[in-house]
């Protein structure tokens, strides 16, 4: 079992400040974008003197930094979860689908797309690896235990092939609308996707 952590007054202030900003600027974000977001109206959302915006976020890319960090967090926990039931390849990918879907919906398409933007940017502010990123390790785990069970063939590359799964599933949310043929484009991705990785 995790020990508490004991915070003192002061820093329980500073998360719950935090807290209050992040919430408010996704709420902007949502509304305007974050290019076109106001950090004033996120600092009179929040109850906050401006300065305190960029105490806790060095510019508008790290409260998407943070957002993205915990989603990711929050669908690998999710993506774990499945994967310790009974499932196959198939089974995983097409709940990975639904996790992504489900994310795209909490954050409207709007900030989704800037979301993926980021992440893709080559001015991220912050570096980092594919090992950084729980739900694609999670992903390419799932590839490899397929491959050793004999259910890809054993040549395929866990990662390569978790990528360009995640980037199909990433283009099918950002350019199609909602509706019956982006259903179909995702159930299609999910076939594809493991059709080309079984054994023939």
Do not use: C
Not at 71 to 82: G, P, Q, V, Y
């Amino acid at each position: 079992m995790t020990p508490q952590v004991k915070h003192s007054a002061r820093e329980l202030r500073r998360l719950q400040t935090r807290e209050r900003l992040l919430g408010a600027a996704i709420a902007e974000f949502k509304a305007s974008g974050m290019a076109g977001a106001d950090v004033e109206a996120i600092v009179s959302a929040a109850g906050v003197a401006h300065g305190t915006f960029f105490f806790h976020f060095p510019s508008k890319e790290h409260v998407l930094l943070e957002l993205e960090r915990r989603e990711e967090a929050r669908m690998a926990a999710d993506f774990a979860l499945i994967l310790r039931t009974e499932h196959d390849l198939a089974t995983a990918l097409a709940e990975l689908v639904a996790l992504v879907s489900s994310l795209e919906q909490r954050l409207g398409a709007k900030l989704f797309k800037e979301l993926l933007a980021l992440h893709f940017s080559p001015s991220r502010p912050t570096e980092d690896e594919w090992t950084d990123h729980p739900v694609i390790v999670l992903l390419v785990r799932e590839i490899e235990r397929a491959r050793s069970d004999g259910e890809v063939h054993p040549e395929v590359d866990a990662f390569y092939s978790a990528a360009f799964f995640l980037l199909g599933i990433y283009g099918v949310l950002t350019t199609t609308a909602t509706g019956a043929s982006r259903e179909a484009m995702l159930a299609n991705l999910v076939i594809t996707a493991r059709r080309g990785l079984e054994i023939r």
